[in-house]
């Protein structure tokens, strides 16, 4: 042991001493008085923000907070083929004495074509029309001033989308009616479509920027803009825990009409009615939860199977639009379990951050343990787990003996949930790890995605995939999917959703069949007589055991009936091929809504064409004019609707506040002051600064004043 002679610190950098008073310690009735007013202050914050409940607009009176603005809503929806027509209804009716302006920001799946918006006043309907987005929220703003009721709805994410009211008088309803398309879902025999109605609140990184340019009059959410999320103020809704009765009630009603003779009908989440129907072509099913309004605290999904062989390995849906003829393409490549002829390479990464909290990490630490139990002892791996850092198993990947898996199950049994959602370092690490030669290396990342700079995430894995393989699971009752499906798809490979623990067997199992089997590649397709469509995804991606094809094409001229198509590929050095003969019965099924996902399709394309390096400006120019030949809500498009007259008189002020989403089911309770423990929470950290400074000033104030005074 050794001891190095300190250094000497210069005299002029020294401080002298002040009188021993000045510096006295805090005495101890001082110090509990401190801590007595910092415990209740914040137990005040807790009880006043659980007690004001959730699915209300809160508006702020001289003599406190009134709650004033209800929230129902309600989605009818009709699923044909593999096409989804959802009418989703949301009611605000304000039940307090002062105008209001209702700011909600909610979900809808990542795949949502929203193609219309109208608003009701009693029984005043006024049909949106679509703007430039710029243009739509001048044509708010204005009639938001003016005292007359309006309506605006904007997308933030491709799952995330803002709806704004303005000028609902005292003890009115208005009525916000959105229709849009999605697909329907089909991967190992089953059916499913997916209805977002909450959300994970996001994790925000960067510097808080105090630019007024970066900042809204619609965003009201907990975060500030930061430099790498400069919308952070509007994807980061207020939260709200659910209490005992139902808050932010949801009624769905389902009419099934698929076709074909159903084997099962059934939720995960939700309880069912199913009443089988005789209609003329055939029998449809007429499906509600039970009970009728449900908590918007998780996400609804229906999914269905159908009688063994009855399931469809190819279809077509043609519509024709405005003299242009547009198809659906659906092939099922074969279910095959070929054994994989390169042992694999696997990273695992797993997200502990606070947003999985509760029932999400038991989920996620169930679904790693059982994928270590898959591995085979020729097989490599590894695990990172991340929160606001990230650490590593090991140094580097590692055999899979029955040492190194002991030792992994075990560090696995020790993680917990805490802390933020810093993705992008344990993605780097896991992408940038060197390849083994002779290995077939793939990444699987368990997360609820519950992040705002998703496009930076997509950025490096486009950049950083090389021959790597990226797998996502999805955790939670409301995972962040937009995310979860678009970075599986930058990184040629596929994701699952586990929503509920007894799901994690059944799609972990599915996953592993795709790890393990050969995928198919270099997809091909051959049109009849020479038509070239234009189809989207432009380029056909690589294809796993149990997916289908889906393909939307816009056509040069009439698609032939009859005529072919013939589907080629690539499996386990083989090659595979299917050819569908167009017939008048098959180019026939019903196919209202195909034109809508052709354009949808395509402007996925063109907005994902801007993480390949693409500018911002081109894209804009090209997505723009298709958004409003087709209706459809986009990055640049927004519905607007507005009276003529005004309603509001003028004198009477408008309260603007936000409307809160349900915190997802299953998360901590400890978040229930609305500010997510993942995320850089602006406003509280300011009321605890002010907080803080007051204390200080209560306890320090004789020597502040002696000092300055």
């Known amino acids: 042991m050794c001891f190095h002679k300190p250094r000497r610190i210069p005299s002029h950098l020294l401080l002298v001493p002040e009188p021993p008073v000045y ?17 209740l202050t914040l137990a005040g914050i807790s009880v006043a923000r659980a007690e004001e409940g959730s699915g209300q607009l809160l508006l702020q009176r001289e003599r406190g907070t009134t709650p004033a603005l209800h929230l129902e ?81 904007n997308q933030q994410r491709p ?37 977002p109605t909450t959300l994970t609140p996001r994790y925000i990184p960067g510097t808080p920027s105090d630019d007024p340019e970066m900042h809204s009059d619609l965003g009201n959410g907990w975060s500030l803009p930061t430099d790498q999320v400069p919308d952070a103020h509007l994807i980061t809704p207020w939260m709200a825990v659910a209490a005992d009765g139902i808050d932010n009630p949801l009624s769905v009603h389902v009419t099934l009409d698929t076709g074909l003779s159903l084997a099962d009908i059934s939720s995960p989440y939700h309880q069912l009615v199913t009443v089988a129907k005789n209609a003329d072509k055939g029998v449809y099913h007429d499906i509600v939860t039970q009970p009728a309004q449900v908590p918007m605290d998780r996400d609804f999904e229906l999914s269905w199977r159908t009688p063994g062989g009855q399931a469809p390995n190819a279809a077509l849906f043609v519509e024709q639009v405005a003299g242009e003829d547009y198809a659906l ?64 198993l090991f140094t580097q990947s590692q055999p899979a003996s029955a040492s190194n898996l002991q030792r992994a199950q075990n560090f696995v049994a020790k993680l917990r949930a805490n802390g933020g959602t810093e993705m992008e370092a344990p993605l780097r690490a896991a992408l ?91 997809i091909a397709i051959t049109w009849p007589n020479g038509i070239t469509p234009e189809i989207w995804p432009e380029r056909i991606p690589d294809l796993y055991q149990g ?64 993480v390949r390096g693409r500018a911002e400006t081109e894209v804009r120019d090209e997505v723009l004019p298709l958004a409003l030949t087709h209706q459809l809500l986009s990055p640049y498009t927004s519905f607007v609707a ?41 406003p509280l950290q300011w009321l605890l600064g002010w907080l803080m400074l007051s204390l200080w000033l209560a306890t320090h104030w004789r020597t502040w004043f002696r000092r300055h005074g």
Do not use: C
């Open 642 to 682: 507005a009276e003529e007259t005004p309603a509001r008189p003028e004198p009477e002020p408008l309260a603007t506040q936000p409307v809160p989403n349900l915190l997802p089911h299953g998360q901590i309770a400890a978040r229930q002051v609305m500010y997510p423990q993942t995320a850089t929470a602006a």
């Open 547 to 610: 997916e289908p094809l889906l393909l939307s094409a816009r056509f040069n001229a009439p698609l032939p009936v009859p005529g072919e198509i013939v589907i080629r590929g690539q499996q386990a050095g083989q090659t595979w091929s299917r050819t569908l003969n167009v017939r008048q019965e098959n180019s026939g099924i019903p196919a209202a809504g195909v034109s809508v996902r052709w354009a949808r399709s395509k402007i996925e394309a063109l907005l994902d064409s801007r």
């Open 159 to 195: 799952n995330l989308f803002t709806q704004a009211v303005a000028n609902i008088g005292p003890g009115e309803m208005v009525t916000i009616e959105l229709q849009f398309q999605d697909l329907v879902d089909y991967r190992d025999g089953v059916f499913r479509w997916r209805l």
């Open 329 to 392: 393409l659906m092939v099922v490549p074969p279910q095959q379990a070929l054994a994989q002829t390169l042992p694999r390479e696997v990273i695992f990464i797993i997200d502990t951050s606070g947003s999985m909290g509760g029932t999400s990490i038991e989920q996620a630490k169930s679904s790693l343990q059982m994928a270590l139990g898959r591995l085979n002892s020729g097989d490599r791996f590894n695990l990172i787990e991340f929160n606001s850092h990230y650490r590593a």
């Open 23 to 39: 510096r006295r310690p805090m005495s101890r009735w001082r110090q509990a008085l401190a801590l007595l007013l910092l415990s």
């Open 73 to 153: 809503s309600s989605a009818d929806v009709t699923i044909k083929g593999m096409l989804a027509k959802v009418v989703l209804t949301q009611t605000f009716q304000n039940s307090g004495p002062d105008w209001a302006e209702a700011v909600y920001v909610f979900p809808l799946p990542e795949t949502a074509a929203v193609s219309r918006m109208v608003m009701t006043i009693g029984e005043r309907k006024l049909v949106a029309e679509i703007r430039e987005r710029q243009e739509a929220q001048r044509i708010y703003q204005e009639a938001k001033a003016a005292g007359k009721r309006a309506a605006l709805t």
């Open 432 to 522: 940038e790890a060197p390849e083994t030669e002779g290995y077939l290396k793939q990444v699987v990342f368990i997360t609820d995605g519950s992040v705002g700079n998703e496009a930076a995430l997509f950025e490096l894995i486009h950049r950083k995939l090389g021959d790597t393989r990226l797998f996502t699971v999805g955790i939670g009752s409301a995972p962040n999917s937009f995310f979860m499906r678009k970075a599986a798809e930058f990184g040629r490979g596929t994701f699952t959703f586990i929503g509920a623990q007894h799901e994690v067997a059944e799609r972990m199992q599915a996953l592993f069949n795709k790890l393990e089997s050969p995928v198919l590649t270099d």
